[in-house]
């Protein structure tokens, strides 16, 4: 698909993210972690998805196969594979792996970890929020972000509750995420505390490496493209999160915990939502992660932007047709989940959950499919021998990898 036949010019707009998904003055209920995929699919099956997803993988790798329909020269040769995801990992799952479930805990804890104590929450005084804006941008850039945004935070993007085991079929371990006018986010044994004056999140994108997530359609390496992402968004996040405390206001970093990214991303005007029910955004397409860092650093945030997704996906239908599991509606925007890990009332392509983290059990990886064969990502989707790995020229963290 030749980039020219893409929209090319960008738009800002006045509405924002609550108006284009039609929820604006109506009550829409805060989504609960506990309907994620990870926890209905783990209920589902009466164990953990990782640990089922897991033994998939392994048991594909003693084949010499690296993915479902995935096969390499030699076990050798998958084991190199497996090496390399489990090395990708590694700095997810230090930093909380995926977030999800882990609000304040460990490296994503909403307290100061390694910040001077002369400098926790004590901000210059007569502070400048362009200045503050410019330079909060610019550390997360150089902390491994491809792209920032400011957010206005919107409560409705905010997560009702938690859930702590997340990954497990036994009944949720639920605890309410709440805002109250407190100095210190704060975690009780029922409650997670968000300051009343936290108003904006700071929203980082995370390419991914767009060769790896087209070697598949659904393998270990397009798991290793994700789990990058993810440990690209923990090290950011959590070091973005340290200097904001630094300059003496509050950070809370989330990677996929406290809130739906997707919202957030779209109010801080880093892409438009697709058919495939992902961001889309005019640099790397489909193919990114979204991290985020709540504050209440004094901000300017940035509008959302329109550079044509919508009106594109009504007529492109090429990630439905890729699915294959037909996770991805090929219907009109609607505002009806086909399942409940999807939040209704918000007019979009809602995406079965649950059938796409199944395909992902089936197939022992993690599918990248919907990103890397959407046109605005402009991937190399057509690459599909493994081998390709130990070839590519790899780029540094934080710099565009395509
Ligand atoms: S990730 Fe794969 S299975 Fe899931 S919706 Fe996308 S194409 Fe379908
Ligand atoms: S593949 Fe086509 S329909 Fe799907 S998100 Fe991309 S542009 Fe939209």
Not at 112 to 126: A, M, R
Not at 157 to 177: F, G, H, M
Request: aromatic share 8%; net charge positive; charged share 25%.
């Amino acid at each position: 698909m030749s980039r020219k036949r893409l929209p090319q010019s960008i738009k800002k707009l006045k509405a924002s993210a609550e108006e284009l998904y039609g929820v604006r003055g109506k009550q829409l209920k805060r989504f609960s972690e506990k309907n994620m995929a990870f926890k209905k699919v783990s209920e589902d099956l009466g164990r953990p998805w990782f640990e089922v997803w897991s033994q998939k993988m392994l048991g594909q790798y003693k084949k010499g196969q690296i993915g479902d329909k995935v096969h390499v020269a030699s076990v050798k040769e998958a084991r190199s594979h497996v090496a390399l995801w489990v090395g990708a990992s590694t700095w997810n799952r230090l930093t909380m792996p995926y977030g999800e479930g882990h609000e304040n805990e460990g490296f994503l804890s909403w307290k100061p970890i390694n910040v001077p104590p002369p400098f926790q929450g004590n901000p210059e005084s007569d502070p400048d929020p362009g200045d503050l804006t410019k330079k909060v941008k610019q550390i997360a850039r150089f902390l491994g972000a491809n792209r920032v945004g400011i957010a206005k935070l919107n409560r409705k993007w905010v997560y009702a509750e938690t859930c702590r085991n997340i990954y497990s079929p036994d009944t949720p371990l639920t605890k309410k995420i709440v805002f109250k006018d407190v100095k210190e986010p704060d975690e009780t044994e029922n409650e997670l505390i968000i300051p009343d004056r936290v108003r904006f999140a700071v929203v980082t994108i995370m390419d991914l490496n767009h060769i790896l997530a087209s070697i598949g359609s659904s393998s270990v390496d397009t798991s290793v493209a994700t789990n990058i992402g993810y440990s690209r968004m923990g090290l950011t996040d959590v070091a973005l999160a340290e200097a904001i405390r630094t300059m003496g206001y509050t950070a809370i970093p989330c990677k996929n915990s406290t809130g739906l990214s997707i919202p957030m991303a779209i109010d801080a005007g880093l892409g438009q939502l697709g058919r495939n029910g992902l961001l889309i955004t005019p640099e790397f397409g489909a193919c990114v992660r979204i991290g985020k860092v709540l504050t209440d650093m004094p901000l300017i945030p940035d509008r959302p932007i329109d550079f044509g997704v919508t009106e594109f996906c009504e007529n492109c239908m090429r990630c439905a047709k890729t699915c294959e599991v037909g996770a991805i509606s090929f219907d009109k925007r609607s505002t009806e989940p086909p399942v409940e890990t999807g939040n209704p009332g918000a007019l979009k392509w809602y995406v079965n959950g649950k059938a796409c983290l199944n395909y992902w059990i089936d197939s022992g990886a993690s599918c990248t499919a919907c990103q890397a064969v959407c046109p605005f990502t402009q991937s190399h989707y057509e690459v599909l021998d493994p081998s390709v790995v130990w070839e590519m020229e790899v780029a540094p963290f934080g710099i565009e990898n395509r």
